[in-house]
């Protein structure tokens, strides 16, 4: 079964610190994709980013950056000199390859919530 | 503005009374979802639809029902609303359109319905 596990709950860190999202998943699938996404306070579903599984690069934005290991079923999110407005919840999800129906489903991870004091 | 629009934004009904939330896009997206989140146990997809006429259940369908008969809709419907359906309802949809050239797309995010059954 598709699973993803999100084991940090919550984390406060202050202002600057740098922090890491852990996202351990499972799946029997060998092609599957991986998203990240961020709910503010104001509770939007803010989409951060997608990797599929055969591709396991690496990859920076700005401050964000994630590293994705397939050895270690892991897709993890580090936010580099954090600041307050990185306070949200962070939703790891995983999509299957589609059924022979062509159906395919999301599972989300039960989110981490991030507070950044400052 | 490219959108995804839920109504009502917020319900409080009591047990039984049958209700309707609403969920309309103006992407032309294939894909559409039903997802709640509750504290604890992170988003959970409930029933999806990759296009007219087909849905499918997701991991939490029972109590609920959909319909997808026009490409922007997907109300879901609580025949009998209980108590333990208190919670925070998302609408997305997804173009599915990169499926076929190697990845996911992501999924775009109502503003969420609170509906609370006494």
């Known amino acids: 079964a598709q699973k993803v596990t999100q084991a940090q709950t919550e984390i406060s860190v202050v202002e600057k610190e740098d922090v890491t999202l852990d996202c351990v998943y499972e799946?029997?699938?060998?092609?599957?994709?991986l998203f990240w996404y961020k709910q503010p306070p104001s509770g939007e579903l803010v989409f951060l980013i997608r990797r599929n599984s055969f591709d396991e690069q690496n990859e920076i934005s700005g401050r964000y950056s994630w590293n994705f290991q397939k050895s270690t079923s892991s897709f993890n999110f580090t936010i580099t000199a954090s600041q307050v407005v990185d306070s949200a919840v962070y939703f790891c999800a995983l999509s299957e390859t589609p059924r022979a129906s062509g159906t395919y489903k999301y599972i989300f991870g039960t989110g981490t919530r991030l507070k950044v004091l400052a | 503005e490219a959108q995804v629009t839920q109504n009502p934004r917020y319900l409080i009904t009591v047990t039984g009374k049958k209700l309707t939330v609403t969920c309309s896009q103006n992407?032309?997206?294939?894909?559409m979802s039903w997802y709640r989140q509750d504290p604890g146990l992170g988003l959970r997809q409930i029933y999806y639809s990759m296009n007219v006429e087909v849905t499918d259940k997701g991991d939490v369908p029972e109590g609920y029902k959909v319909s997808r008969k026009e490409k922007r809709n997907f109300p879901l419907i609580l025949e009998s609303p209980s108590p333990n359906q208190t919670s925070l309802y998302f609408c997305a949809s997804s173009p599915n359109s990169g499926r076929a050239r190697g990845w996911s797309d992501e999924q775009f995010f109502g503003p969420g319905t609170r509906l609370t059954v006494l």
């Open positions: 992407m032309n997206h294939e894909y």
């Open positions: 799946t029997r699938d060998t092609t599957y994709y």
